[in-house]
């Protein structure tokens, strides 16, 4: 049914653009004719080519995990109280863009900044297509402003890292042997609440993974505190392990198209992929070059721009390596 219904998309989508190329045929037709305005030609003009470059957007969305929701992860960098207060900034961003695409957004980790913001918070995204279109937004994002932290109104840079994975459904099966993880509970802190505060409902699962080709073990730890119920909470850490597991086995397969991304910036602390000029009044992506002087709207979660100029540039590269 899923298959079904994938490709019943794909007919809709494909039947719009037909119908919006064949009514623009007949309005230059009409045109010469005297019986439309070439306003009105425009007008067709302007919907055709929307519709078109909309399913080409969709085209580039065709990797095996694009299609599953995702865990996005943010961490803020050196700087104390300013990197961190950029941390929930960013935040905010993707949960106004969850909120206006129509996924569930839950929080399922938050550590609150010492004075302001936060140290770093764990989001997952439900629905169609949420990793395909976030997975652009991996690396390390970049903000200049005048602090309101600093008593002599200097201009400051901050940083804060974003991690994307892909969030992990029952269709794919991730084998997981139970001696190789362990369980720790711990009170959740923070608003909840008595019950968060008074019973140990956070858990912490630590697991032992061992590289397949390499045979280094290294210990991958996970902490949720979104559910009241320590069952619900060993749960999602379970679902949360299984998505940084399939993450690491794509990225393996991944590493074939080493061509392809050596063009693109390295995901590393250091290597920013976007800059958040907020004195300028602009908003840049590195890798693709595209920028918009809206930093309010970017704020406010209108990224959809910096998400198209990217799969537009490099999942075409994919495509065409393929």
């Known amino acids: 049914m899923k298959v079904v219904k994938e490709l019943k998309k794909w007919i809709e989508l494909f039947t719009e653009v037909q119908a919006a190329t064949e009514e623009l045929e007949l309005s ?3 045109v010469k004719e005297g019986i439309i305005s070439e306003e009105e030609v425009d ?3 302007e919907k055709a ?7 080409e957007f969709r085209n580039m969305l065709r990797q095996e995990a694009d299609q599953l929701g995702c865990i996005l992860k943010i961490n803020s960098g050196a700087g104390g109280t300013e990197s961190q207060d950029w941390a929930s900034m960013l935040m905010r961003m993707y949960l106004r863009w ?7 957004v839950t929080i399922s980790n938050l550590q609150e900044g010492d004075e302001a913001g936060i140290k770093t918070v764990t989001i997952q995204f439900e629905g169609d297509y949420a990793y395909g279109y976030l997975k652009g937004e991996n690396g390390v994002h970049r903000l200049v402003r005048v602090s309101p932290y600093n008593a002599q109104g200097k201009r400051m840079t901050s940083f804060a890292s974003v991690f994307v994975t892909p969030l992990v459904d029952d269709t794919i099966e991730i084998e997981i042997n139970p001696a190789d993880y362990t369980w720790d509970t711990f009170r959740s802190g923070g608003a909840g609440g008595q019950n968060v505060n008074k019973v140990e409902t956070g ?3 630590r697991y032992n993974y061992k590289d397949p080709d390499t045979g280094e073990t290294r210990e991958i730890l996970i902490e ?3 559910s009241r119920s320590q069952l619900g909470n060993r749960e999602n850490a379970m679902r949360l392990l299984k998505s940084m597991l399939y993450d690491m086995e794509l990225q393996k397969r991944m590493a074939a198209q080493q061509k392809i991304e050596a063009g ?3 995901i590393e602390w250091g290597s920013q992929i976007r800059s958040y000029v907020f004195d300028d009044r602009r908003v840049k992506d590195h890798r693709t070059n595209f920028q918009t002087s809206d930093v309010n709207g970017v704020m406010d979660g209108k990224i959809d721009g910096f998400i198209k100029a990217y799969l ?5 590269e994919e495509s065409e390596e393929k």
Not at 49 to 55: A, I, K, M
Not at 99 to 104: C, P, Q, R, T, V
Request: cysteine-free.
């Open 264 to 266: 693109k910036k390295k």
């Open 43 to 45: 007008q067709a003009y």
């Open 203 to 205: 858990v912490r699962i």
């Open 312 to 316: 537009m540039e490099f999942a075409g």
């Open 98 to 104: 969850g909120e206006a695409n129509n996924y569930k």
């Open 224 to 226: 949720n505190t979104e």
């Open 28 to 30: 230059y037709e009409y």
């Open 49 to 55: 080519l929307t519709l078109v470059e909309n399913l």
